[in-house]
């Protein structure tokens, strides 16, 4: 393989090509119109622009993205994670055009998009599973009795949901049938597959996934786990490596368990199984994500292996040169998601211009961004602005690497999850290691962020115009800058406190 385009943008995009410039591949990158001057853009080789801002009219043009990676004389083809990555017919498209594509077949990609399909395909193996039903639920009827016999809370689930869209908490019987059909038409209109399945809802659960790579030629092995569950919407925002409950035998078990979920479906490449994780250390299957995970780089720093360039040295079809007794845990890893999103406004999406934007550095800091000073964080897609990563012997360290690099990180113009992200991990429940997923629900009030800088700006700017009004002068002209000024020294306190 000598040339890869990335069919992805952003933080991603650069992380896939920074491991081909390592093995002296050549890169593509494709941009919609509205992320011309993005970072990925100017990192590749070449570029090609795909079209408008929607990603139905750019990042998802999977034919037009093929076409011009014949064109360009490209060998594979990267999808990253979100974009066409989980998508089927594109692994397909992609091989039917000559070309490799960095991923699994795309037979282990369908049955794993499908939770229902997974669940059948992992019966051959001893996997626990979620009690509930394997199938799609119609009969209202039968839904009640179902739910009746495993115990209310239940979860509605969408078998072709994702993202942490398409599920639904049941309370209690009455409110079942009402629940279905919202279910039912949401999961439809928002997968256009309207299967919907019940799951026990596991009222105190962690969410703990395993890592695995496994090649064409049937070696498979776990790269430990990773502990996902401080996440509002059932979406992720802190991950760390490893989990502080997993004893070496639990840890050994599962990582048994994802990879024979991997066998069950032939797969190949890096693919993430998920896991959710009781009070009695009972664990089950949640489902497989078939591609590179978000979250990857906690496992990167814990493993000492580079998911990426293995994913490539498996789709060239080499053979896999870890071997699982060769890994061993070293050290502890974090990851903060660093979202333009309002943590004291429901975690709302806050997008705009990163008016100031300087990233952290120094020993144990691993930023992976896609973003610079000046640019517009785009309304089009996910609102993530980067992954602050810290890595330290223990997880003591990693976390006053994390702190440290939160108070570095400085961001003007959007609001982000970093303030969350200090309170978390200050936070005597993270500290202590005793959280469950609904940490945020639990501990998690606005009015215990640490007050940031506007009201500050505003109050001293109304000092000054005081000030300023008092001695007859023209106020509104000086407010500004010293507006400005006010904010940096705002700043200065923060980070000498
Ligand atoms: P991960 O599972 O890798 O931890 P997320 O669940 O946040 O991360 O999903 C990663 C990306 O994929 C996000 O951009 C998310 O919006 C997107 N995504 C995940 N599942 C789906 C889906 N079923 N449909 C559309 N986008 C999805
Ligand atoms: P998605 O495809 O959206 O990622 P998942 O099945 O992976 O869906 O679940 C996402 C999150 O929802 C989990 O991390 C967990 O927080 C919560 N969740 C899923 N299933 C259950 C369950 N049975 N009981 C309690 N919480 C659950
Ligand atoms: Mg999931």
């Not at 019987?173 to 919907?196: I, P, W």
Request: glycine share 8%; proline share 4%.
């Amino acid at each position: 393989m000598k040339k890869i385009l990335v069919a992805n943008r952003g933080e991603i995009a650069l992380r896939i090509m920074r491991s081909c410039k390592e093995m002296g591949i050549a890169t593509v990158a494709v941009y919609s119109e509205a992320d011309r001057l993005a970072p990925h853009v100017r990192y590749a080789d070449e570029a090609i622009c795909l079209g408008p801002a929607p990603s139905n009219q750019s990042y998802l043009l999977a034919d037009k993205i093929i076409e011009e990676a014949q064109k360009l004389g490209v060998d594979g083809i990267h999808p990253g994670y979100g974009f066409l990555s989980e998508n089927a017919g594109f692994s397909a498209a992609v091989a039917a055009a000559g070309l490799t594509f960095i991923g699994p077949k795309p037979k282990a990609i369908e049955m794993m998009g499908s939770k229902l399909a997974a669940k059948e395909a992992t019966k051959a193996y001893d996997i626990p599973l979620v009690p509930g039903t394997d199938y799609a639920l119609t009969d209202i009827e039968e839904a009640k009795t179902v739910a009746t016999e495993i115990g209310f809370p239940i979860l509605i689930k969408a078998s072709a949901g994702g993202g942490g869209k398409g599920m639904r908490i049941v309370e209690k019987a009455e409110e079942l049938e009402e629940q279905m059909k919202r279910a039912v038409s949401e999961a439809q209109n928002a997968f256009g597959d309207g299967s919907v399945f019940i799951e026990k809802y596991i009222s105190s659960p962690r969410h703990i996934e395993i890592q695995v790579l496994a090649d064409g030629h049937g070696n498979v092995i776990h790269l430990f786990e990773r502990e996902c569950s401080i996440q509002r919407r059932h979406q992720k925002v802190i991950e760390e490596a490893p989990s502080v409950i997993l004893t070496e035998e639990l840890r050994e078990a599962m990582g048994k368990s994802a990879c024979d979920v991997a066998r069950a479906c032939d797969y190949i490449g890096a693919g993430t199984v998920e896991f959710i994780f009781d009070e009695n250390n009972n664990y089950y299957f949640l489902e497989m994500n078939t591609r590179l995970q978000v979250e990857h780089p906690v496992t990167e720093l814990i493993s000492g292996v580079d998911l990426v360039r293995q994913q490539i040295l498996i789709a060239r079809g080499e053979v896999l040169q870890i071997k699982q007794e060769d890994l061993r845990i070293q050290g502890h890893a974090l990851e903060l998601r660093v979202y333009a999103e309002d943590p004291a406004n429901n975690f709302l999406p806050s997008i705009g211009r990163l008016e100031r934007y300087r990233a952290p550095k120094g020993v144990g800091v691993r930023l992976d961004d896609g973003y610079e000073e000046g640019m517009e964080i785009p309304i089009y897609y996910d609102p993530m602005i980067a992954k602050l990563i810290t890595y330290g012997k223990d997880r003591e360290e990693a976390i006053s690497r994390m702190l440290r690099a939160i108070e570095e990180y400085e961001i003007d113009g959007p609001a982000t999850t970093l303030p969350f992200g200090r309170f978390a991990l200050e936070h005597e429940a993270f500290v202590s290691g005793k959280f469950d997923t609904h940490f945020v629900k639990n501990y998690f009030r606005p009015e215990l962020l640490q007050k940031e800088e506007p009201e500050e700006e505003l109050l001293a700017a109304m000092l000054v115009a005081h000030l300023l009004d008092q001695k007859g002068n023209k106020a509104s002209a000086t407010t500004a800058s010293n507006n400005q000024a006010a904010k940096r020294s705002a700043w200065k306190d923060r980070a000498m406190h």
